[in-house]
Nanobody, 119 residues
Framework: QVQLVESGGGLVQAGGSLRLSCAASGRTFTYYAMGWFRQAPGKERTLVATITWSGSSTYYGDSLKGRFTISRDNAKNTLYLQMNSLKPEDTGVYYC????????????WGQGTQVTVSS
């Protein structure tokens, strides 16, 4: 089992920045690929970004690369998502996930953290 706890969400104005963190515990953190997903109100959960166990490769959802940066610190068992130039359409609940599938890690989920971007 892997336990994931997100933090860092909040209310920010358009154009602002936020940094989300995901603290992992349980089974070896470095064993898993990690990812961030988000779910806007009334919409399906979508992929934001993923990162391999080593951090050597990353993948971003549509139109997010350049504004969002995913990273991980395996020594701290922590995953990060730096979000810059935020837009109102970035509003939603952001979930951290871990899994064996590097393209869509989804074996374990956090409880989510709310991000609200005001215009």
């Amino acid at each position: 089992q892997v336990q994931l706890v997100e933090s860092g969400g909040g209310l920010v104005q358009a154009g602002g920045s936020l940094r989300l963190s995901c603290a992992a515990s349980g089974r070896t953190f470095t064993y898993y690929a990690m990812g961030w997903f988000r779910q806007a109100p009334g919409k399906e959960r979508t992929l934001v970004a993923t990162i391999t166990w080593s951090g050597s490769s990353t993948y971003y959802g549509d139109s997010l690369k350049g504004r969002f940066t995913i990273s991980r610190d395996n020594a701290k068992n922590t995953l990060y998502l730096q979000m810059n130039s935020l837009k109102p359409e970035d509003t939603g609940v952001y979930y951290c996930a871990a899994g064996l599938n590097a393209l869509r890690p989804s074996d374990y989920w956090g409880q989510g953290t709310q991000v609200t971007v005001s215009s």
